[in-house]
């Protein structure tokens, strides 16, 4: 008998007995709480709480399926229709959903150290060498620890300084290999090859490596990298009830095969870098992080496992971040006519036709800033933020208990009406005004009401570079080509992959070239 039943059917068995064990439990071993002044909370059922919120969600869009839910937009729906503040239960296990400007400029800042931590369930954790991330990680002396590393020694300014030279090699790289399409009249899929150019960024920065060398190990990772990335497995669910499930010692993430894999490249890598240093190159972040565990008068002992961690989410998280924004900036520019030529105008004003832009130009380049960051407030590459409320706390007049879980809906908070005017349109002169001289208390709220990386303490220490990088790739692609597309628009559709939005359908262009030839010492010389 048991050889008929199907995989299926055994995965349905053992979701049904994890629930039945979780309503056991939250039947037999909790305490009631007392009556508190909570958010508004949608109708909710029995057991299950608000999930069946999510089949009326499904039941309007007939054809969609559940692998196709874009919860981001799923969660703005309910808040369009119950409120901005929400207390949500799923099934028992309570969150705050916050899809309001004022309510998140709220949380950041009078709250900021309260939700500083992720409160990600240890599954994520687990999955990523034993709980020795940085990303996951509470806040706590190892979370400030390595954020300070980062800030002033593997992002800083040094740092990117030193770099300068491997980003714009590989910017070179991408437009020769555009130009070569161009003359061949070939398309292109613009989300693969920006992947090749922020692997390769990334790669070297990380560990002296590129992706594009003949190197059989190196392309491996960006294989994992890949697989990883398109897995639909951990959604905004799972991050709330899988921890629950860990408690009741039933682990879903244990060292997937994938990061089995992954792990045994970064310990071949490890030890090369510390058997073989090289002493004619500038030391990049695998030299940086075995000398800081190896000094014994560091503020905090990070381990070997800490490095793989970090190293795992900077190729897992810092990449795809990347790539989606470059690909969604240039979505809205081919939309956009009159906004791209403006743009084009302005790069040739300030850039000229001899020679390629470079990362020094780029706080000379207002409109292009602009259009960038516009381009981010309508397509977050990360459009929900998950945090939890350390202590107890009041938010908008409503009292939150301590260990609540906290969503911030980034994609509704950017496209709230009443703090962005004509919130849908794509307008990048919003961000203008706010250049101006004598804006600056302006510009400080704006940037919380503004969160395509996060904000507060948790907020993305590496913006910066990703700023950098699709700074110069955009402009590089508007300043040498021109693009033919299939139709008059392209078609932004949505999908969602793990935690990050990207277009159901690639863009795909044909490159046009406009300018080819460029003084390359001029170019490099950065």
């Known amino acids: 008998m048991a050889s008929i039943i199907t995989d299926e059917c055994q995965h349905l068995i053992l979701i049904l007995l994890c629930f039945f064990a ?6 037999f071993f909790t305490k009631p709480t007392h009556a508190v002044h ?36 799923f969660l703005h729906t309910l808040s369009s229709k119950y409120g901005t503040l929400l207390h949500l239960r799923v099934p028992f296990f309570p969150f705050i959903l916050v899809s309001s400007a004022s309510v998140a400029y709220e949380i950041f800042t009078a709250h900021d150290v309260n939700v500083s931590s992720r409160n990600l369930p240890t599954n994520e954790g687990s999955v990523l060498f034993d709980t020795s991330g940085f990303v996951t990680a509470p806040y706590g002396e190892y979370f400030k620890f390595m954020k300070k590393l980062i800030v002033t020694k593997l992002l800083g300014p040094n740092a990117q300084v030193q770099s300068r030279s491997i980003r714009a090699d590989e910017l070179e790289r991408l437009r020769g290999n555009l130009l070569d399409k161009a003359s061949k009249k070939e398309s292109v899929e613009v989300h693969k090859e920006t992947r090749k150019l ?47 499930l860990e408690k009741l010692g ?11 894999n992954f792990d045994r490249l970064l310990e071949r890598f490890l030890d090369e870098h510390k058997e073989k240093p090289n002493r004619d190159r500038c030391m990049d972040m695998m030299d940086v992080l075995l000398a800081v565990s190896e000094d014994e008068n560091a503020e905090y002992k990070i381990t070997r496992n800490n490095i793989k961690a970090f190293l795992v989410e900077l190729f897992f998280g810092g990449i795809d971040t990347s790539v989606n924004s470059v690909q969604w900036t240039m979505v809205e520019i081919i939309n956009n006519p009159v906004i791209a030529e403006r743009l084009r105008e302005e790069i040739d004003s300030v850039v000229g036709k001899s020679r390629l832009i470079q990362e020094r130009d780029l706080p000379n380049l207002p409109y292009l800033q602009a259009v960038i960051k516009e381009a981010l407030r309508l397509h977050p590459p990360v459009p929900i933020i998950p945090r939890g409320f350390n202590q107890g706390c009041t938010v908008g007049g409503y009292f939150v208990p301590e260990k609540t879980k906290l969503l911030v809906n980034v994609y509704a ?10 919130p849908l349109e794509f307008k990048p002169e919003r961000f203008l005004t706010c250049l101006s001289s004598g804006q600056e208390e302006e510009r400080k709220r704006q940037a919380l009401k503004y969160l395509p990386f996060g904000s507060g ?6 913006s910066s570079l990703a700023y950098m990088i699709v700074g110069t790739t955009i402009g590089m692609l508007v300043q040498c080509f021109d693009w033919r597309i299939k ?6 559709d949505e999908c969602y992959t793990e935690f990050t939005q990207t277009l159901a359908y690639p863009l795909t262009f044909t490159p046009v070239t406009r300018i080819s030839n460029f003084d390359l010492d001029k170019s490099l010389n950065t």
């Open 38 to 73: 909570l958010p508004p909370s949608p109708p909710s059922l029995p057991f299950i709480g608000h999930l069946h919120h999510l089949l009326f969600f499904l039941l309007d869009k007939p054809s969609y399926s559940l692998f196709d839910i874009l919860p981001h937009k």
């Open 413 to 422: 908070v950017m496209r709230d009406p009443n703090v962005w005017q004509n």
């Open 457 to 462: 303490r948790r907020g993305c220490p590496a």
């Open 250 to 260: 039933i682990s879903w993430f244990k060292k997937r095969t994938v990061f089995k």
């Open 487 to 492: 139709g008059e628009k392209v078609n932004t």
């Open 22 to 27: 979780f309503f056991c439990f939250i039947l």
């Open 198 to 244: 922020v692997g390769n960024i990334v790669a070297r920065m990380a560990m002296g490596r590129s992706f594009t060398e003949e190197n059989g190990d190196i392309e491996s990772i960006q294989s994992l990298v890949a697989k990883a990335n398109s897995s639909k497995i951990m959604t905004v669910l799972s991050v709330l009830i899988l921890g629950q």
